[in-house]
Each structure stands twice: as C-alpha cells, then as structure tokens.
C-alpha cells in the first residue's frame, strides 16, 4: 500500500523558514517523480513544486522560487520542501504527492497534509 | 499561465441522481485532465486521469469525458459518500487546478 506521510508543519514568524519533509513508502520511491501541492484554507489547490525521480530536475511556479527548495532522499525514501523567507499568503496546507510524469502531471497518491501557518 | 474554470461551485442533488460537473480550459488542452475528489477533513484522490481514464479502484458510476478545451465528470448515481468538493486539474503546460465545484445531498 502506498503511503505518504508528512512532518515539519507548524506556526512560524514571517520572513523565517520552516522545511517538511514526506515519509514514502510501498512503491519504489526513486522510480517516481514527486511533488507539493498545497491549500490555503477554504482556497483551491496550488503546485508549488516538482523534482524528478533522480532529482535532478526540479519545477517552481514563479509564486515560490527562490524561496522554495524541494529535494529528495531516495535512500531514506524521503522528499523534503525547505521553505524560506516565508509570507503570510504561504499559510496553507502542504500535502506531498506521487507524481506519474515530471512537471506536467497528474498525482495520483497523496499525503494527508501537513498545516503551516505564517503569522507573527 | 492556462485557467481552469469549473460550474457550478455549488450543486445540490438527491441520492440516485445523475450528476454532471463541469470544467472548462482557457486553451485546448487535449486530454491532459484530472478529476480529484476531496472529502472534508481529508487528502484529494485521484479520480479520473487523460481525461476518461477511471483510476484503479474508483466506483464505475464516476466517469469523465471531453477533450480540447471542455470536460466533464459524471456521477452515475449519487450515492452519500459522494459528498465532497471536486477538483479538475490540467497538465497540458505546467499544472493548474480548478476551484472546485462542492456537491452535497438535497
């Protein structure tokens, strides 16, 4: 069964940086792409990040990069998001999913989500 | 950046019924098309891939359909676990998702 577990969400202060990280397990981690998606409260879905399987390849909207690093781990079998220079507009539930192609995909596992909220 | 547009945002509908949402792309998008379902309190799942392609494991009665620029889910018959919001996703150029059309019983 394919699992995908979040952690490192929390209440940080603007302009500071939080990372998540995402657990995988019952696949074949480093066959597959990944990403982040994220949902601010009572708001619609945004992509925020993807990285390839051999993560080497990696994909921000203009809304995070250079503020947003994902990378992964695919001997722990582990994607991470380290987040900096946080906004207010970044609080949001952060959900990590398995995606079928890099970049352009659909995701076809998801995480259960992890919440971060931005606020002094 | 491709928009997503989805109707109704609101839909109201009784056990058994056939239930029709739909998605409608700023540019064609061929059949790059999810459909996601999300329940109060929980993780979207995928529903619907290419457009018409029902993921392993989702009940028959959902079903897509379309391509170029309009698309729709199906419900069959609306059974009460259906309650949730839907969300449509194109990934034709990048990725971009609807806002949602939230479907609860009559």
């Known amino acids: 069964e394919v699992q995908l577990v979040e952690s490192g969400g929390g209440l940080v202060q603007p302009g500071r940086s939080l990372k998540l990280s995402c657990a995988a397990s019952?696949?074949?981690?480093?066959?597959?792409?990944m990403a982040w998606v994220r949902q601010a409260p009572k708001k619609g879905l945004e992509w925020v990040a993807s990285?390839?399987?051999?993560?080497?390849?990696?994909y921000y909207p203009d809304s995070v990069k250079g503020r947003f690093t994902i990378s992964r781990d695919n001997a722990k079998s582990t994607l991470y998001l380290q987040m900096d220079s946080l906004r207010s507009e970044d609080t949001a539930s952060y959900y990590c999913?398995?995606?079928?192609?890099?970049?352009?995909?659909?995701?076809?596992?998801w995480g259960q989500g992890v919440m971060v909220t931005v606020s002094s | 950046d491709i928009q997503m547009t989805q109707s109704p945002s609101l839909l109201s509908a009784s056990v058994g019924d056939r239930v029709t949402l739909n998605c409608k792309a700023s540019?064609?998008?061929?059949?790059?098309l999810a459909w996601y379902q999300q329940k109060l309190g929980e993780a979207p799942k995928l529903l619907i891939y290419?457009?018409?392609s029902l993921q392993t494991g989702i009940p028959s009665r959902f079903s897509g359909s379309g391509s170029g620029t309009d698309f729709t889910l199906t419900i069959s018959s609306l059974q009460p676990e259906d309650v949730a919001t839907y969300f449509c996703?194109?990934?034709?150029?990048?990725?971009?998702f609807g806002a949602g059309t939230k479907l609860e019983l009559k």
């Open positions: 999913a398995r995606s079928i192609y890099y970049y352009s995909s659909y995701l076809d596992y």
């Open positions: 019952g696949f074949t981690f480093s066959s597959f792409p």
């Open positions: 990285i390839s399987s051999g993560g080497g390849g990696t």
């Open positions: 540019q064609n998008i061929y059949k790059n």
């Open positions: 290419n457009a018409n």
């Open positions: 996703q194109q990934y034709y150029s990048g990725s971009t």
